[in-house]
């Protein structure tokens, strides 16, 4: 029961920490419980085995007038957001370390619910427990943001709130709607299931908004920059790294497979709504003033990458689009919790108040420079191979597509050098006196700086656990589609399908 496990731990974990005393004593408690979730994730390392299909399976009757289950598992798809779910708890206890002053048992119970939803919603195989953890994570989040954000926190939540939650009606009509068709809610049994393609489009464009507004896409994507400026950092590192991974993962795991001809029929307005995001948050990014506003756009253009993979329909798109999911979770939560370090020294997220750092934060320098060249792809970091992947798969099933997106990279160039020139030699400095990173700050940092050379290096490792799994849903969406795709990469540039 290793994803029972996983679950539960933090669930229990967290009902401690009302009686512990001292706010000393609860980060300690729950950065104990942080590391020991990590070893609880260890059999999953060590066991997942990339051929298997589904793994770690747990499956008991639940209400079974319904045929309501209790299902968990992972594949290929699910097994990488469970484990940087479990990797990033630990950081969001240490970035919180200084940062969070009030209601600090309140808070981490708040982050160890958000952990324990987030694998939950990730391990789910039944439709009605992917909504229960779906909505789970609702509540927490929203806490963390308006009771410990920023001057705003109010108007920021409440967006926060009422756009995830308008989303989820429509994801709870559709689950209705399946149940109705099929006669069940388990998520491999759907997959085998075909569904009209009047029942599709219902389907496919009630979980499609859900999963938009939570990727999120433009035009659903206005309640992120206020959420990401107003929440405290970690509130910041969750939804960067794990939250707007929600919307794509359940692209793949529910619209893709389950609504596959819907999908083919929307893939143009999804793909032209993915190339406006990236071009679009290029553009706003590139004229922020403040720090953390700038990088909350970049997700917004960097998600468009992955919806544009997921809907090309082929190995490359797919696969770069999930590496792209993980990496973008290692280096933007890295990016905030840099910026929530250079907060605490100069109380302002704005450009001008934190410039000229080099001379007085080489150390901050030097890490914030490897994560901003992996945020816009530079060779040799993850984030490179997650976007070429994306882009060879563009260009294999459309070319000018593939030419339309070029520039949102090179957008993304602009903005990140950008950046990191005026941080690193912009005049006047005001950061004399300032301290540089400290031990605690560096810990945190070091793990995503190696995963950021590591996957840029080598990538294979990292491949190979996905590729079967999307070598599956390819398979799964040919024969429910009808329809052929490419599904190898011995492939040409341009080809026809």
């Known amino acids: 029961m290793v994803l029972t496990g996983l679950i539960l731990f933090p669930v229990v974990a967290a009902l401690g920490i009302p009686f512990l005393k001292g706010d000393r004593t609860v980060r300690f408690y729950a950065l104990i419980v942080s590391l020991i979730e990590i ?31 209790y299902y968990l598992g992972i594949d290929g798809i699910s097994v990488l957001m469970v484990l940087l779910t479990v990797f990033i708890l630990p950081l969001t206890v240490l970035c919180s370390w200084t940062y969070i002053k009030k209601r600090t048992k309140e808070f981490h119970v708040a982050l160890l619910l958000t952990t324990a939803a987030c694998i939950g919603l990730f391990s789910s195989l039944n439709l009605v427990l992917f909504y229960i953890f779906w909505e789970a994570i609702l509540i927490p989040m929203y806490l963390i943001i308006a009771i410990w954000g920023g001057p705003r926190k109010k108007y920021a939540s409440i967006k926060f709130f009422l756009y995830t939650l308008a989303g989820s009606v429509l994801l709870l009509l559709a689950i209705i709607a399946f149940y109705k068709s099929a006669g069940t809610f388990s998520i491999p049994e759907l997959m085998n299931h075909q569904f009209s393609m009047t029942f599709q489009i219902f389907a ?28 405290p950092t970690a509130g910041s590192v969750i939804l960067a790294s794990i939250l707007l991974k929600m919307g794509t993962y359940g692209f ?21 709504l993915s190339i406006i995001s990236i071009i679009y948050g290029g553009f706003i990014a590139l004229g922020q003033t403040d720090v953390k506003k700038l990088i909350a756009y970049s997700s917004v253009a960097h998600m468009g990458f992955v919806t544009l993979g997921i809907f090309m329909f082929n190995t490359y798109g797919i696969e770069g689009a999930i590496i792209q999911m993980l990496n973008h979770g290692i280096t933007t939560g890295a990016l905030f919790i840099m910026i929530g370090a250079l907060y605490e020294r100069s109380h302002s997220r704005e450009i001008i108040d934190n410039m000229g750092l080099s001379k007085y934060l080489p150390v901050f320098i030097g890490f914030f420079l ?30 000018p597509t593939g030419l339309i997106v070029i520039p949102g990279a090179m957008l993304a160039a602009a903005y990140m050098l950008r950046l990191t020139l005026k941080l690193a ?20 940092l070091i793990p995503l700086a ?28 040919d024969k ?10 011995n492939i040409r540039l341009g080809e026809k399908r």
């Open 252 to 272: 793949l795991r529910l619209c893709l497979p389950l609504t596959p001809k819907a999908s083919m029929e929307f893939a143009p307005l999804i793909i032209i």
């Open 480 to 489: 429910n589609s009808g329809e052929k795709i490419i599904k190898t990469h």
């Open 370 to 399: 490897l994560f901003s060249l992996s945020s816009f792809g530079f060779p040799g970091t993850n984030s490179f191979i997650g976007e070429a992947m994306v882009l060879i798969g563009t260009f294999t099933k459309d070319v």
């Open 425 to 444: 030699w912009g005049e006047p400095s005001k950061a004399k006196g300032w301290k540089d990173l400290n031990l605690r700050e560096i810990t945190m």
């Open 39 to 69: 070893i609880l994730a260890i059999p999953i390392i060590t066991k997942f085995n990339p051929e298997g299909g589904f793994q770690f399976v747990e499956k008991s009757s639940w209400i079974p007038s319904m045929g309501l289950n």
């Open 204 to 231: 496919f464009l009630a979980m499609t908004i859900a999963f938009a507004i939570k990727v999120p896409m433009f035009p659903f994507h206005t309640w992120l920059p206020a959420a990401h400026v107003e929440a």
């Open 450 to 477: 190696f995963f950021v050379i590591y996957i840029g290096i080598a990538p294979k490792p990292f491949i190979k656990i996905i590729e079967p799994s999307v070598k599956t849903l390819i398979q799964q969406i």
